[in-house]
């Protein structure tokens, strides 16, 4: 036996006997089984978004590579690898909808196939439901909705090449309405990040009077379209801990730093609201509040409140009941 072995062995057999006098396995295993749900819900299941997001880059990452190693094939094809990217990318979302939240979407006609809107929608913790939503549109009708995105996204490490192939913008007034002029179909959620962690389980909009969106409806000419999610802050909520400190340091560098958990299997359930047609005549003022009257109302509609996690996860099993008695 060699020096480097013998001076191995020595070491685990201290770390044993220490591990045996110091440390009692059974009182942390208690522990562990104690805590188990907390770290369910705080750490791996909010990773886990996390992680599907970075894999979705590295898909991205991964196709881009192989334009270079198959360089005259791409010449002679009409395909970008951007298009073939996009479409892994949101079968992966389709299928973690599906496994994870029973995803449906009722009102799915109400978004046009090749016209100009303007999607607002209410945002979640983590809009989880809008990555289903823009992934089943682009399977369906092989056109991607351009996404206004939180700025931080474009500067956070890995993610920057993924933005750019869902089509991801931090997007100006005048940025959307030049989309909206040239036919293409827009989202943005007016709460933003504000409205992500700060709203509840009552489904307040928190828009701070913002009016961007329908000054770019209005120079677009477009119809808005209101969308909501059933159930969607049951899937990730926000810490009732210290919300007003949170709301002030937010509010003076824009940083989303209130935790979040979560991840809880709820059944989420996309509702598309009939488009509001493009008025010539109303003034922003009057498009936002339209637009907001409109959200509440499926919201009023379609959503119990206060939401109750419980009650979001045994909807997917009245849901599967119902199913089985249609047929």
């Avoid at 059974?26 to 791996?44: E, K, N, R, S, Y």
């Avoid at 809880?264 to 009057?286: C, H, M, Q, R, S």
């Amino acid at each position: 036996m060699s020096l480097y072995e013998i001076f191995i062995a020595d070491l685990q057999e201290q770390i044993s006997q220490i591990a045996q006098q110091h440390v009692d396995i059974t009182f942390c295993a208690w522990l562990f089984w104690l805590w188990w749900p907390f770290i369910l819900v705080t750490v791996i299941l909010p990773t886990l978004i996390v992680v599907l997001l970075y894999v979705s880059a590295s898909i991205v990452h991964i196709y881009k590579l192989r334009q270079y190693f198959r360089f005259r094939e791409l010449l002679a094809s009409d395909v970008d690898f951007k298009i073939k990217a996009r479409t892994a990318v949101s079968w992966l979302w389709e299928c973690h909808g599906w496994i994870w939240h029973s995803y449906e979407i009722v009102g799915f006609e109400n978004l046009p196939a090749n016209k100009r809107a303007l999607v607002v929608y209410y945002h979640g913790v983590v809009p989880v439901d809008y990555y289903y939503l823009s992934s089943r549109y682009f399977i369906k009708h092989k056109r991607t909705i351009w996404t206004i995105a939180a700025e931080f996204l474009f500067k956070t490490p890995g993610l920057r090449l993924l933005m750019e192939v869902v089509q991801a913008t931090p997007g100006t007034v005048k940025q959307i309405a030049d989309l909206l002029n040239n036919e293409e179909i827009v989202s943005v959620a007016p709460g933003g990040i504000r409205e992500a962690q700060f709203s509840d389980e009552y489904y307040e909009l928190v828009w701070n009077g913002h009016l961007g969106f329908a000054k770019a409806a209005c120079a677009g000419r477009a119809p808005i379209i209101p969308v909501f999610t059933q159930n969607i802050r049951e899937a990730y909520r926000t810490s009732p801990f210290f919300r007003g400190l949170f709301r002030k340091i937010y509010e003076r560098t824009k940083l989303p730093l209130l935790p979040i958990f979560g991840g809880f299997p709820v059944k989420l359930t996309t509702y598309i609201g009939k488009p509001i047609p493009y008025d010539p005549n109303a003034t922003p003022e009057e498009v936002a509040e339209k637009t907001a009257d409109a959200i509440r109302n499926l919201i009023k509609q379609h959503q119990r409140l206060p939401g109750s996690i419980v009650r979001g996860m045994l909807d997917r099993i009245e849901v599967s009941s119902n199913a089985r008695h249609d047929e």
